[in-house]
T-cell receptor
Framework: DAKTTQPPSMDCAEGRAANLPCNHSTISGNEYVYWYRQIHSQGPQYIIHGLKNNETNEMASLIITEDRKSSTLILPHATLRDTAVYYCIVRATGQGGSEKLVFGKGTKLTVNP | GAGVSQSPRYKVAKRGQDVALRCDPISGHVSLFWYQQALGQGPEFLTY????????KSGLPSDRFFAERPEGSVSTLKIQRTQQEDSAVYLC??????????????FGPGTRLTVT
């Protein structure tokens, strides 16, 4: 399984953009990059995913480098409710083709007022 | 619509007791996953079902852990003879189909198990 590396923690001012980096240098050509976040005492929440191209949805933007060895999740206008642990995941295939998610320790993002 | 639900939300068990944790996935979701999350760690995969078939149980830590999904909908994770190291949050997730395209997994709120 391709592994990911993320900084353990980051801070961001409310209203500013939060840019969360992730390294995945061993990613395979058919593996997607997924981002989830986990707010305290809740289950993880899907944010966005991509394969090669940059992606944007109502929550965030995902920028993937051309060599696919790293990516950045961008929250354009962070709010206090965006304080959470953010996980960058390269989707793995296990036995029987299961698309299990392999979580690391993630980045603890704190949005400050 | 309704999301993934899990019950109970909290469970305290004495060491050696058996516990059963329930997961109700989103209606129509083919794939169901169980994860274990220790305090301060990311979730770790336990097992995966496609409909009623358990296709991957490589993450189950011991033979005390057993999961089933007999009718391809509700799933139960059973832990026999609980040990203190089993204390964790147990998360259930479902997705439309794990084989086609790239479907995201929707997680429930988890069951916090404390073994005393």
């Amino acid at each position: 399984d391709a592994k990911t590396t993320q900084p353990p923690s980051m801070d961001c001012a409310e209203g500013r953009a939060a840019n969360l980096p992730c390294n995945h240098s061993t990613i395979s050509g058919n593996e997607y990059v997924y981002w989830y976040r986990q707010i305290h005492s809740q289950g993880p929440q899907y944010i966005i995913h991509g394969l090669k191209n940059n992606e944007t949805n109502e929550m965030a933007s995902l920028i993937i480098t051309e060599d696919r060895k790293s990516s950045t999740l961008i929250l354009p206008h962070a709010t206090l409710r965006d304080t959470a642990v953010y996980y960058c995941i390269v989707r793995a295939t296990g036995q029987g083709g299961s698309e299990k998610l392999v979580f690391g320790k993630g980045t603890k993002l704190t949005v400050n007022p | 619509g309704a999301g993934v639900s899990q019950s109970p939300r909290y469970k305290v068990a004495k060491r050696g007791q058996d516990v059963a944790l329930r997961c109700d996935p989103i209606s129509g979701h083919v794939s169901l996953f169980w994860y274990q999350q220790a305090l301060g760690q990311g979730p770790e995969f336990l097992t995966y079902f496609q409909n009623e078939a358990q296709l991957d149980k490589s993450g189950l830590p011991s033979d005390r852990f057993f999961a089933e999904r007999p009718e391809g909908s509700v799933s139960t994770l059973k832990i026999q003879r609980t040990q203190q190291e089993d204390s964790a949050v147990y998360l259930c997730a479902s997705s439309l189909d794990s084989h086609t395209a790239s479907y995201e997994q929707y997680f429930g709120p988890g069951t916090r198990l404390t073994v005393t």
